[in-house]
């Protein structure tokens, strides 16, 4: 509030100088109100949880930093947010937007985060990779099949998230170098690098590429090995008795409870067995731990 004494001129400078900020989140709306487009110097519009199924003569805010319409339900990419060059944090998460055209991105020179998570993406537009000022972008809870290579050219990008979408491959060079510090991909059907790979962490990921490309033939030489099978089917009893290279005897009264883990190594492998509890009320929790890379050995007492 401007509690000085100032010619008209003056505010109307003062007004344009000072941050505009909008809020009008949690209000149901189903359109954009009229009188919002007629301030031309708001610099923030916060417009999350209402009920928007578009936007449009967004052009009119020219001066847009920031732009939050999450958790609406937007069908489709506002091709008007292209005409916002001053745009630095746009949020369109929680929508129901299925695709971003080509060339809106490129006109947002200045976005530092992109919040795109919880919609319907199954793919990305190129022009993505023009966003050089990006720090943060969130496409988790997607239908992505494949992130470009070209997002590896994004050089300021710190925080990267795709989890939940349907990614087989990550693009090795974005692991290459860069400033890249913040990466997660859960819940994805990935093979290049493995699911456990990915687990490890960014860490992980960064070494797994950059043994592939030093041509060192990179295996992984762990192999996750699971015992299922009904209660005293004699799954501790092979396990243990792999692990120690001998017949192992387990008295009946020692079950398992959870999950064990024993190593064992032959010259080229080296055996991870997790012998997981028999009893009924331990299955709920076996799945979580079955992926698509391990070795399952299913142990049957033939005399029951
Ligand atoms: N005779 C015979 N007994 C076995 C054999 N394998 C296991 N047993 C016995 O069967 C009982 C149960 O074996 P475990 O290896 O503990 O069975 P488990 O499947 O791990 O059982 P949970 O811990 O309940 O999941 C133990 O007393 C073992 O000594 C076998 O090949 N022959």
């Not at 990267?160 to 974005?174: A, E, I, Q, R, S």
Request: proline fraction near 4%; aromatic fraction near 6%; hydrophobic fraction near 35%.
């Amino acid at each position: 509030m401007c509690n000085c004494v100032c010619s008209p001129e003056q505010k109307q400078t003062a007004e344009q100088n000072t941050e505009q900020v909008v809020d009008l989140s949690r209000q149901r709306l189903k359109v954009l109100p009229a009188d919002i487009l007629k301030k031309p110097h708001i610099s923030q519009l916060i417009l999350d949880r209402n009920r928007l199924k578009n936007v449009t003569d967004l052009r009119k805010l020219r001066n847009l930093k920031t732009l939050i319409l999450s958790k609406n339900e937007l069908l489709d990419f506002p091709s008007d947010i292209g005409a916002l060059p001053y745009l630095e944090k746009l949020h369109l998460n929680q929508n129901k937007i299925q695709q971003i055209p080509e060339g809106i991105l490129s006109q947002l020179s200045r976005l530092k985060q992109l919040k795109l998570n919880n919609n319907r993406l199954t793919d990305l537009p190129g022009d993505l990779a023009c966003c050089k000022e990006l720090e943060y972008l969130n496409l988790s809870h997607n239908l992505i099949e494949e992130i470009p290579e070209t997002v590896a050219t994004l050089g300021k990008l710190e925080e990267f998230y795709v989890d939940n979408n349907k990614l087989c491959k990550l693009p090795c060079v974005l692991f290459d170098g860069g400033c890249l510090r913040k990466f997660t991909a859960r819940a994805n059907p990935l093979r290049e690098p493995p699911d456990e790979v990915c687990a490890g962490g960014l860490q992980q990921i960064r070494s797994y590429f950059k043994q592939l490309q030093t041509n060192e033939s990179f295996e992984d030489k762990r192999v996750k090995t699971m015992f299922l099978g009904a209660s005293m089917a004699g799954k501790s009893t092979l396990c243990k008795s792999l692990a120690k290279r001998e017949l192992v005897t387990i008295a009946e009264h020692d079950r398992t409870i959870g999950i064990e883990i024993n190593e064992f190594q032959t010259d080229d492998f080296s055996f991870l067995c997790w012998d997981f509890a028999g009893q009924l009320e331990y299955y709920l929790t076996h799945h979580v731990f079955i992926t698509p890379q391990a070795l399952v050995i299913l142990v049957i007492d033939l005399h029951r």
